[in-house]
């Protein structure tokens, strides 16, 4: 039985609920909730796990705050002895258009504390993350207050159908490769 690590991006608190910086923990949560997953609070994160056909999926959603969320991926990961080929990061991109998916196997953390956390805990930039695009229609200068913003409502209606892709995409990962499911997921919204 293989292991995985899905870890989702975001920040703890009910003022962070429902932002698009939290597109990630809202991903795992879809994630969970198709898999009946109850996440309970552990060291670093809450947690939750199920199987899909022989594998192992372990889900984290970092307690860390978004940008220190390396600390909790190396701690799972070293925990569970999953090698870094099983890790799957999913968060938020401003430089992409909303609903956007994009899979890398590897990459730059493009300017996003909590990707360039992860490298920094990992030591490599050679991890797959799947990200999520949250669009970057913000004045100049308002970036913080965007990405901590709540959906409009015309997005917020398109949510639920990103949030089962991403889910999708994730699972893909897990049984068919990062290869497959890029090709199959990496496309325009």
Partial sequence: MKKFLVAGLGNIGSEYEFTRHNIGFMALDRLANRNSVIFS????????????KGNHIILIKPTTYMNLSGKAIHYWLDTEKIPLENL??????????????????????????????????????????LRIGIGNDFPKGRQVDYVLGRFTSQDESKLPEILERAADCAESFVLAGAHITMNKYNSAG
């Fill in 41 to 52: 609070l552990q060291r670093h994160a809450y947690t939750g796990t199920y199987s899909l």
């Fill in 88 to 129: 799957l990061v999913i968060t938020d991109d401003i430089a992409l258009d909303y609903g956007v998916l994009r899979l890398r196997t590897r990459g730059s953390h493009a300017g996003h504390n909590g990707l360039r956390n992860v490298e920094e805990w990992l030591k490599t930039n050679q991890y797959a993350r």
